[in-house]
């Protein structure tokens, strides 16, 4: 079964970087569309983006991210990554990487990621 540690959060300021991990064990990572989705107090939870299985790094972005956030996958690591850029006070949220076998199309709403991680807190202060 397959297991996803998040890791790398923490409190940066506004402008700053960040780059998050989610280890993936009991499964190959390539084989599952990765997404990451981030949820602040009070709100819902967001889609961040994700990148697609066995898709050679073909990844997508909400518009909220798209051109400061990168995500990344290293197979000999079974690890995909999460590089934050020019971040914001309203990047603030708990993020997590989840798993989904779900056809592309599907990869935006979270119902159809059946994995996922414990989530890893990231505090931007302005």
């Known amino acids: 079964q397959v297991q996803l540690v998040e890791s790398g959060g923490g409190l940066v300021q506004t402008g700053d970087s960040l780059k998050l991990s989610c280890t993936v064990s009991g499964g190959d990572f390539r084989t599952y569309t990765m997404g990451w989705f981030r949820q602040a107090p009070g709100k819902e939870r967001e889609y961040v983006g994700c990148l697609k299985r066995w898709g050679g790094g073909v990844a997508d972005y909400s518009e909220s991210v798209k051109g400061r956030f990168t995500i990344s996958g290293n197979s000999a690591k079974n690890t995909i990554y999460l590089q934050m850029n020019s971040l914001r006070p309203e990047d603030t949220a708990v993020y997590s990487c989840?798993?989904?076998?779900?056809?592309?199309?599907?990869?935006?709403?979270?119902?159809?990621?059946?994995?996922w991680g414990q989530g890893t807190q990231v505090t931007v202060s302005s």
């Open positions: 989840a798993a989904t076998n779900s056809v592309w199309s599907a990869r935006r709403s979270d119902y159809n990621y059946h994995t």
